[in-house]
């Protein structure tokens, strides 16, 4: 480890010296004035038809005049760009049409690679717009030399959001100039006031793909305080009436889903099939306001989530990816501590049922995979006051699996119950725009059963937040605060107390204990935070905290409770290319944890560091030191667990992911004093674009990790617990596969394909004497070859050695093999309007842990018969 030693004195000599070339490298900038540019529209109404071709030679663009002067951001800001680029903005009572034209002395250096919507591929352009003027909002249209479209909804001064799918119209051309662009957007696609006369925020930014470069009209500084209030103006919108939109979007599905047939299972006779429609709606109830509704929803075309196996006992945590939640999400976000905790998860909606059918007499059952969404409806937007608003109801159905027992009857049992989900969200700017104060409130109600008791009744939390900007948005104060309660039955309110989240039952608390007479549990949490951004020194110092009562996992996302957590994260950011540098950053991290009943269990200090070199190639690395390391949910509910101090580091680098041939490489390290744990991961990664219409990528990733004291179970031993460690030999192996083929920008084809493979191999069994000892020696104690037996998959131990068996545990050892893989063919025949052939596979299984991988390949996943799934979707989008 003495590469961990050096590396802090490595990193900050690199700081130094990158310093100190980035002072000695500047060369004069252009006269630049980051003051607000402004450009003046002119309506077309009544004038010759704008046609969309990309050939700009409609007479009614001569109305406005073409605006230029574009300064370079990146990668050497403030500086002339390679080639210069032109817009212009003009307007009828129905749309907005904007033209471009990217100047190319040589059109054969123009990149017109292909790629879906919101792929951003080669060279393009880009128009975003602030319609409301808040300094914080804006709608972005991108186009693509190749004609490909972008779009994207820009909430809070930055984040961009690629959910958001309007209706508008593109055609691209290329001559000797260069290459051309030309959109209508209607307008009731934007939201903004019924003033007479408006004034807008606009952007614009080009890709230059030969230089990687980018170049905006309204210069902006390097790492600005913020993306959205540094826009320029657009003037001269004069009568324009705000457009309530109303679209609807009806579907029809065909599935059709073959498997392997299992001998006497009446629900797993190798095929089955449905027909389902439903519903997608968007009304504009003003301008500003708009309702979302689907009626039975299908999410079919969208890919499965990756592999992954916990052995924490927490959670995994996977990405929204259904459109109807993903769209427009932002407005419903309520991150409270600055990690996936969150207020709202959507993907509680629709969950996979939590009930259980199984029993002891059962022979076969056909449990539901989700629960089906009857419907949902999302009320949300922004007013031209600073209101932002979102409300969104949905209600799941109850859900029945169907049992066959083992004397042939029939019967159903609930395994979800109708449950209604609401959230309420809103927002309000003041201070001129550099604050505002928020608030959220989520309801969970169920329509209890028996059969699903152990479920709350009723779930609510609420939370308000602000954020407070000074001195142009430099600095920031922000904070949040949130509350929940949970009631149900007093078996309910038990399994919460003693699930992995909270961990009541835990023997060495003084600050929490189980009450298995409550049914109502109420917390809180939340944090402060004070920071500086922009500039070339950024960072941000806070904490925040989650009560041992706080849960909200019945609609958000919570992993732990009982923490209080205080952070300093400070960058530095070298912006100003060098000789052998385009960029690069360097930061410092530290953080400190502990419970709410004071024990401290967490130090970690951290060095990152990024750069980007001249060639574009690019290098990241890290080095981290925990001396300190305490859990309190490893023996789950058992005392509060040691670890060694452990020391970190990981580095990656890449070539120029322009080319057409692109790998990226990276190495994780971990390891722990006497040699306790480790993590070796290794991830390479490809990409291959032989054709401007195809690409293709490959990325693999092997980690072995291996324990020494790894939980197994715990057991009873003279009337104490006894908490059942032991050694892991644990590998991850997974390749994960895209394809991407694009006929033209409307219609394309996806494959994506994983196989995944976890091997858990357990030895050298151990149990716990003193959890908190920092010699791992003193903290376990091995069993000796006479005191265990292993028969019938079992280990026997007999720990005072009086050859009577004390307690058993099953053998731990397993493999997990999961294949996923799905083949989209995505056309979108008009503005809107889409048909999915899609065809998925999948395969789950435990494999030998004593095989190899290529023997675990080659058994569990070659030699299988996976399940296909074929489906045909089908929507018209109206818009009325």
């Known amino acids: 480890m003495n590469f961990l030693r050096t590396t802090p004195f490595l990193l900050a000599f690199s700081f130094f010296s990158l310093q100190s070339f980035s002072q000695a490298s500047i060369e004069p900038k252009l006269d630049v004035s980051f003051a607000k540019r402004t450009y003046t529209t002119a309506s077309v109404e009544g004038k010759e038809v704008i046609e969309i071709d990309g050939h700009l030679n409609d007479p009614a663009w001569n109305a406005v005049e073409w605006t230029s002067n574009y300064v370079e951001f990146e990668p050497d800001n403030s500086t002339p760009p390679s080639q210069q680029t ?78 958001w799918n309007p209706i508008w119209y593109l055609k691209t051309n290329i001559d000797e100039q260069g290459w051309t662009a030309e959109m209508r957007i209607p307008l009731s696609q934007l939201r903004f006031s019924n003033e007479e006369e408006q004034v807008w925020g606009i952007q614009s930014t080009r890709r230059y793909f030969n230089n990687e470069e980018r170049s905006t009209w309204q210069p902006v500084p390097a790492n600005p305080t913020g993306w959205v209030s540094s826009f320029g103006e657009l003037k001269g919108l004069k009568g324009l009436k705000p457009q309530k939109q109303l679209e609807i979007q009806p579907y029809t599905v065909g599935r059709y889903n073959s498997y392997e047939e299992e001998k006497g299972n009446p629900f797993r006779d190798g095929r089955d099939g449905n027909l389902t429609a439903g519903l997608d709606a968007k009304i504009g109830i003003t301008n500003d306001l708009t309702v979302d509704l689907t009626i039975n ?40 501590t600055g990690s996936q905790d969150n207020l709202f998860f959507s993907r509680r909606i629709g969950r996979t049922p939590q009930g259980s059918a199984y ?37 799941t159905a109850r859900e029945y699996a169907e049992v066959v ?94 699930s992995i989240v909270h961990l009541f039952q835990r023997v060495d608390a003084e600050h929490v204990e189980i009450d298995a007479s409550r049914n109502s549990l109420t917390g809180t949490g939340g944090r402060l935070e004070f920071g500086k951004g922009g500039g070339d020194w950024q960072y941000q110092v806070g904490g925040n905290w989650l009560s041992p009562e706080l849960e909200i996992n019945d609609i958000g996302f919570l992993r732990q409770a009982d923490n209080i957590k205080q952070y300093l994260n400070v960058r530095r950011q070298f912006n100003k290319p060098t000789s052998w540098f385009r960029k690069a950053v360097l930061g410092l991290n530290q953080s400190t944890a502990f419970d709410f009943e004071g024990n401290y269990n967490r130090t970690q200090y951290e060095m990152v560091g990024f750069i980007n070199y001249k060639n574009n190639w690019w290098s990241e690395g890290g080095a981290a030191h925990k001396p300190r390391i305490f859990v309190n949910t490893f023996l789950r509910g058992g005392p509060r667990w040691r670890y060694n101090e452990e020391n970190y580091f990981f580095i990656f680098s890449g070539s120029d992911q322009r080319k057409k041939l692109a790998t990226k490489f990276g190495w994780v390290h971990s390891e722990g004093k006497q040699n306790s744990f480790s993590l070796d991961r290794f991830e390479a990664g490809l990409k291959y674009q032989p054709l401007n219409s195809l690409s293709l ?115 731990p050892d397993f493999a997990f093999v999961q294949y996923r893989s799905n083949l989209v063919a995505r056309w979108e025949y008009i503005p809107g309007s889409e048909i999915y052939l899609v065809w998925s596979q999948g395969i789950n299984g435990m494999g030998d842990v004593n095989d190899n991988f290529s023997g675990i390949v080659d058994s569990q996943l070659l030699r299988q018969k996976p399940q296909n799934t074929f489906l045909i979707k089908a929507t018209y989008r109206f818009l009325l």
């Not at 352009?125 to 602030?130: H, T, Y």
């Not at 995979?369 to 999302?378: R, S, W």
């Open 405 to 498: 027992n083992a004397d042939g009857t029939e019967t159903e049992r609930l395994v979800e119950p109708l449950t209604n989900y609401v959230v309420g969200r809103v927002q309000k700017d003041f201070n001129d725009k550099n604050s505002y104060l928020g608030g959220i409130i989520t309801a969970v109600n169920r329509n209890m059963e028996d059969e699903v008791s152990f479920l709350h009744t009723r779930a609510y939390s609420g939370g308000l937040d602000f954020k407070h900007s000074w001195k142009d948005r430099k600095y920031y104060l922000m904070g949040s605060g949130v509350m929940s309660r949970v009631e149900g039955s007093e078996e309910a309110i038990l399994s919460t107390q003693n």
């Open 359 to 395: 029993g002891p007499n059962t022979a076969y059952v056909d449990q539901p995979n989700n629960t089906t969404i009857l419907g949902a409806a999302k009320f949300s937007g922004k007013t031209e006051d600073g209101w932002t608003v979102g409300v969104l109801e949905s209600v």
């Open 697 to 811: 990528s490959l990325e693999l990733e092997y980690a072995t990790n291996p324990s020494k004291t790894q939980y197994v179970a715990e057991r009873s031993f003279n009337n104490s617990a006894r908490y059942i460690l032991g050694a892991i030999d644990q590998e991850t192996l997974s390749a994960t596969l895209r394809l991407n083929y694009n006929i033209n920008p409307d219609l394309t084809i996806q494959y994506y394909g994983q196989p995944y493979i976890f091997k858990a191999d357990y030895s050298n069994l151990n149990y716990v004497v003193d959890a908190t000892a920092e010699d791992i020696d003193q903290r376990v104690r091995w069993y000796d070859e006479p005191q265990v037996s292993f028969a019938n998959n079992t280990y026997l131990i007999d720990e005072n050695r009086d050859n009577v068996t004390d307690y058993s545990v099953s053998n």
């Open 86 to 163: 032109m817009m212009k903005i003009a307007y009828d009572d129905k749309n907005l049409y904007v033209a471009f034209r990217c100047y190319e002395p040589d059109p054969e250096n123009i990149v017109r690679r292909m790629g879906r919507r919101d792929d951003f591929p080669g060279d393009w352009v880009e128009l975003n717009i602030d319609s409301y003027n808040d300094d914080r909002t804006a709608f972005s249209f991108t186009i693509s030399a190749s004609g490909v479209k972008g779009d994207e909804f820009v909430s809070n001064n930055g984040n961009f959001d690629p959910s």
């Open 297 to 336: 929803p299908d999410f079919g075309q969208v890919d499965a989530d990756p592999g992954a196996v916990s052995l924490d006992g927490f959670e995994i945590f996977f990405e929204e990816r259904r459109p109807f939640f993903v769209e427009n999400k932002s407005v419903f976000n309520y991150n409270f």
